[in-house]
């Protein structure tokens, strides 16, 4: 069955799927309770579920998860709920020397089913320490798998596929996407981990995206479709492991090739791929790689500096006409990037977080 949705009604309903499917899920965070509802993806659940099931927990992340991979060892398997990746930090180490390791150590005899959700994404004052995207911090820990839904019927899929997957699972969620509307088919299917998409056909350049860069780049495609180049888009979804296979056919097809990533640029996700594209299309590419994320200072507060620091369309569309020898005009450039602010979404989603 097809319902139209946004990312946050996709991912509520895909909780309370699980929920019903397997009496051993719950959720457990801060404010899982809450009349807010972790950004409303929670709505209804303790009222269905009960608070047994969908627990509000206090303000410690590193007591949350620990109490979380416990349960997971016992049989249990926990969606863990973080509002900030950036408050996942305290408990870091939990992560990576407990929950990435855990089938490693037992020589693949124990599983661990976590889901740990969190939080990214800019505006309304996030600064630099409510504001990081991370991912390739979790993607450089073997034994984690880490994936980024980009569109409501992924983010229900990747609960899904997140819970029964049996191993610690690293979901982020961009807060830009959460208004974000789509068709979506019920029930939710297991999302195998590690398959891109094909968000838009193309045959002269390909963009690799991720999260709401996926955003960026289509509305970057659709200019540029305009000015004689077909771009393909593709949605990477899943961070660790990626679909290499999938990104590199693209590219041996359109010769030309940029990524778009929601994080750092240096020894970040482009970086990864770039490199990966080096090692396997030397010699078949027409022009360099690009790449296209944030610069190397810490995430802004104040709008007029979230201006110039946040990569969109603009400059994804410009960092392509530049290799193929395409100007664009100051118009064009002021239409790309729209008339702000340029610290809220352009669909209007509002406060409190």
């Not at 005009?329 to 239409?335: G, I, K, N, P, Y």
């Amino acid at each position: 069955m097809k319902t139209e949705m946004n990312y946050v009604e996709a991912i509520k309903l895909a909780q309370r799927q699980v929920l019903r499917e397997d009496e051993k899920t719950f959720i457990l965070g801060l404010g899982a309770s809450d009349p807010k509802g972790m950004f409303g993806t929670n709505l209804g659940l303790v009222e269905e579920f009960g608070d047994q099931r969908v627990m509000d927990a206090p303000l410690s992340e590193n007591t949350l998860t620990g109490v979380s991979i416990g349960m997971a060892a016992m049989g249990f398997k926990p969606i863990l709920v973080h509002h900030r990746l950036d408050f996942t930090l305290t408990a870091f180490e939990q992560m990576v020397n407990q929950a990435a390791k855990w089938f490693f150590n037992s020589g693949g005899k124990s599983h661990l089913p976590l889901l740990i959700r969190m939080v990214v994404g800019r505006g309304w004052g996030q600064g630099p320490t409510h504001g990081q995207s991370l991912q390739t911090m979790f993607a450089h820990i073997p034994g984690l798998k880490v994936v980024m839904p980009a569109t409501p019927q992924d983010a229900g899929d990747m609960i899904v596929g997140g819970v029964i997957d049996g191993n610690p699972v690293i979901y982020i969620e961009h807060r830009w996407l959460h208004g974000i509307k789509s068709d979506v088919t019920q029930p939710f299917q297991r999302y195998k981990i590690g398959l891109a998409r094909i968000s838009k056909p193309g045959n002269d350049f390909t963009i690799v995206a991720n999260s709401y860069a996926v955003v960026d780049s289509l509305l970057a495609a659709r200019f540029l479709e305009n000015k004689g180049v077909s771009c393909e888009v593709i949605d990477m979804r899943s961070i660790l492991p990626w679909d290499k296979d999938l990104i590199l056919k693209s590219i041996a097809k359109t010769r030309r090739v940029l990524i778009a990533d929601t994080g750092h640029k240096s020894f970040g996700v482009t970086g990864e791929i770039i490199s990966t594209i080096v090692e396997e299309l030397w010699g078949q590419l027409d022009g360099k790689p690009l790449r296209v994320g944030f610069p190397d200072v810490p995430v802004p507060s104040a709008p007029g500096l979230s201006k110039d620091y946040y990569p969109g369309p603009a400059e994804i569309a410009m960092e392509i006409c530049n290799s193929v020898g395409i100007v664009l005009s100051a118009e064009e450039l002021r239409q790309l990037r729209g008339d702000g602010p340029y610290d809220i979404p352009r669909q209007g989603l509002v406060g409190p977080f």
